[in-house]
């Protein structure tokens, strides 16, 4: 998801304090349990980000026992998924795969040969696959199942600063969204607190976003993201029974870019969240995500967002479409914030870029 926050107050100060005293411990020396429940306490004028902590475990492995008791005792002093995996990996290191097999070697053939037929390759049955792979086999032909469609989008943002502990509604949009199979995602701003707007979508201030609809979803199940999985419970969202998963995308695999407007500053983060797997479909009804290792110094700290996903009808057939999404955005050390709400509602297909059919 591409998500861009323009400044709510009149300026955006950065100060983070790494932890010194982590610095100074030897790279070598495995780390104690003691050691990562210090670093994990918040302490007044330093802050120290769970990803590079994690990164620092992967490096330098652990010096303590690890089972479900101690990461029990981890989870309750606020250690995230992914931190909790690299202690669990440095203590339980996993065997290198095997090389692969080296492939038989075969001869060319002949100009007179004559070239076998292709057998078409059999039809996958879905329902043979694991829980997690029909959901990736799904979200990666996403795309491919939808037609041209229309949809209006009812944005509420609103904004919390220092003044005021709750939300403040700032404005409400409505955004008409058309999807084109080849040309993606496109808004057009139609309204702004029930007024008719000549103001385009990308000119307007504050937080906006946009990859509601499939490009969160591949991302998370492509290959080059290298997603890390683990189921964590069942759950069950509009009388669907689900089954949930925590992930976790390295920074260097993701594409979960954060725009400043005032600035023009933009940086890519890594992210991790929950995703809700329909077991009867194999397909995700919601996904939770928030960003980590934000570069040190960008206005946006945090940066949070939420989409559902529910069966819509669009001229008798049936897709899987979002219907509501959240984004919060904000700046811990001025605590700033901005949150949209985002309705999507009357879904309806059309077949030119100039004829709508309702």
Do not use: C
Not at 20 to 49: C, N, V, W
Request: proline content about 6%.
């Amino acid at each position: 998801m591409n998500i861009k926050l323009g400044r709510v107050a009149a300026a955006f100060v950065l100060l983070l304090a790494v932890a010194g005293s982590f610095h100074a411990q030897d790279k070598q020396t495995p780390m104690t349990k003691e050691e990562i429940l210090r670093l994990l306490k918040p302490t007044p004028g330093q802050r120290y980000e769970q990803g590079d902590l994690a990164a620092e475990v992967a490096q330098r492995g652990v010096a303590f026992k690890v089972d479900e008791s101690t990461l029990a005792e981890f989870r309750k002093a606020g250690a995230r998924t992914f931190l909790l995996d690299a202690i669990d990996q440095a203590a339980h290191p996993k065997p290198a795969p095997p090389p692969p097999p080296v492939p038989a070697r075969t001869e060319l053939p002949t100009e007179n040969a004559a070239e076998p037929a292709k057998e078409a390759a059999p039809p996958v049955d879905l329902s043979k696959l694991p829980l997690l792979e029909q959901a990736r086999h799904h979200a990666l032909e996403y795309m491919e199942d939808l037609p041209n469609f229309l949809v209006t989008q009812f944005v509420e943002r609103s904004v919390r600063t220092p003044e005021k502990k709750d939300w403040q509604l700032e404005d409400k949009l409505e955004v008409e969204l058309a999807y084109r199979v080849k040309k993606g995602e496109q808004f057009k701003l139609v309204k702004r607190n029930g007024q008719p707007t000549t103001m385009s979508y990308a000119d307007l201030r504050g937080a906006t976003s946009t990859g509601e609809f499939g490009s969160m979803l591949i991302a998370l199940f492509a290959e080059q993201t290298q997603a890390d999985f683990k189921e964590v419970k069942r759950d069950t969202i509009r009388n669907r029974q689900t089954v949930v998963y925590e992930f976790r995308v390295k920074k260097a695999f993701s594409n979960n870019t954060l725009t400043d407007k005032t600035s023009g500053r933009s940086v890519t983060t890594a992210y991790s969240g929950s995703v809700w797997i329909e077991l009867e479909s194999g397909r995700v009804l919601r996904i939770e995500q928030s960003a980590e290792d934000i570069q040190r110094g960008f206005p946006i700290t945090m940066a949070e967002s939420a989409v559902e996903y529910d069966w819509v009808k669009i001229n008798d057939e049936r897709f899987l479409l979002p219907v509501y999404a959240e984004v919060i955005l904000g700046n811990d050390a001025e605590r700033t914030y901005s949150r949209n709400v985002i309705q999507m509602r009357n879904y309806h297909m059309f077949e030119t870029d100039l004829k709508i059919t309702n």
